[in-house]
């Protein structure tokens, strides 16, 4: 696996990078013509929302300072797990006629290189430009069982292996709460504000049990290494521009007033800074200690796996795991 995170540096439109993080959301993007997929439409949503994955279609909202191209469409691609494509012809006139929109998408999703799913009804034919690519042809009465079929491959082979350690919020706050760190009650306004930076990019606040000290704890169990990584160091960008680079800019328009001690305590803050991490196994552990070895954050990192959690809390006689509860 690449260490290095994927971004979209090209844009298919002439437009400035994006830097949308391709394959970053467990979700499946479905390009279909807006007639008559209604059947199909039902049957893909019930099979990925009960397998956990999000459905992304373009739509055609109208947003004010926004590109509508990129957000809605281009974007939805980029960010999908894998992708769907209904290859069904529309009706004119008696006869049938490819639909250039989906035609469109399908030429999008094949150009960023994603996990396509193409499907076409049986009884249609198919536009000369992807008659050799590989489709399933299907029926009102074998469209079910081929749709759940060729889904459950696609989350297969786009998804890590998952563990069967799973975490859920009680075993991962046992866990911390074995290596001293606690998830703190926001009773500040400072500490609010934290919290808020750090949970735009999937990080909790959390303290050691002395309250000296924060750290942001990420729970990244279901996402790659490269993803992982973009979002530690987004944190830290968020982190830095708005305790460090914007100061200047805040305090001549008046919105913030500095003493010597609050800078002194700002600057304490910012080197005691500490980055937690859970990520799947072992090998992610590597691979991201990797990357941070050779390009390191500006903060500690703390990186443990799903065995590390699993081999500690095994190691937890009954009492011992109510006595870190209880501190």
């Known amino acids: 696996m690449d260490k290095r995170i994927r971004r979209n540096e090209n844009c298919v439109i002439g437009l400035p990078r994006c830097d949308f993080v391709f394959s970053s959301t467990r979700s499946a993007f479905i390009g279909r013509s807006c007639a008559d997929n209604t059947f199909e439409m039902q049957v893909l949503q019930s099979l990925l929302t009960t397998r956990g994955v999000q459905v992304m279609e373009a739509n055609g909202k109208v947003m004010p300072g926004q590109n509508a191209f990129c957000q809605n469409l281009c974007s939805k691609i980029i960010l999908s797990q894998f992708c769907v494509a209904l290859l069904n012809n529309e009706t004119k006139d008696g006869s049938e006629i490819p639909n250039a929109g989906i035609n469109m998408e399908y030429g999008l999703m094949l150009g960023f290189n994603k996990y396509v799913i193409s499907f076409q009804r049986a009884s249609q034919q198919f536009p000369f430009n992807v008659a050799g690519l590989d489709t399933i042809r299907y029926t009102t009465e074998d469209f079910p069982r081929k749709a759940e079929e060729a889904i459950d491959i696609a989350i297969k082979q786009t998804t890590q292996a998952t563990p069967t350690f799973i975490a859920t919020d009680q075993v991962v706050e046992t866990f911390l709460l074995t290596k001293r760190w606690l998830f703190p009650r926001l009773t500040s306004e400072a500490e609010r ?135």
Do not use: C
């Open 193 to 327: 504000n934290l919290f808020e930076m750090g949970r735009n990019v999937g990080f909790y606040l959390v303290m050691p049990f002395d309250g000296l000290q924060y750290a942001f704890f990420g729970n990244f169990t279901a996402l790659r290494p490269e993803v992982i990584l973009w979002r530690l160091r987004t944190l830290e960008q968020i982190v830095h521009e708005r305790f460090v680079a914007s100061v200047p800019e805040r305090e001549r328009l008046g919105l913030l007033s500095l003493n010597a001690a609050t800078r002194d305590a700002w600057t304490t803050f910012l080197k005691g800074l500490k980055t937690i991490l859970l990520v799947t196994s072992d090998e992610d552990r590597s691979q991201l200690m990797q990357a941070l070895e050779s390009e390191p954050v500006k903060w500690a990192v703390e990186i443990y796996s799903m065995n590390d959690m699993s081999s500690t809390l095994i190691g937890l006689t009954p009492a011992k795991a109510a006595a870190a509860q209880r501190s």
